[in-house]
């Protein structure tokens, strides 16, 4: 199956989309995780009284 440069530059500006999309979203994920990490520490140390 042979694709013209235009159906490849279609494809690739496609794929680019989702990808971007897909990365910006697990950044923000990563950062509410790292979040949600840190507060469950101090309520960890506060209720064991460190």
């Given at each position: 199956m042979q694709m013209d440069i235009n159906q490849f530059i279609a494809t690739m500006?496609?794929?680019?989309?989702?990808?971007i999309i897909a990365v910006y979203l697990l950044l923000r994920l990563e950062k509410?995780?790292?979040s949600l990490t840190q507060k469950i520490n101090d309520l960890n140390k506060k209720l064991n009284g460190k």
């Open positions: 500006g496609n794929l680019g989309f989702v990808v509410k995780i790292i």
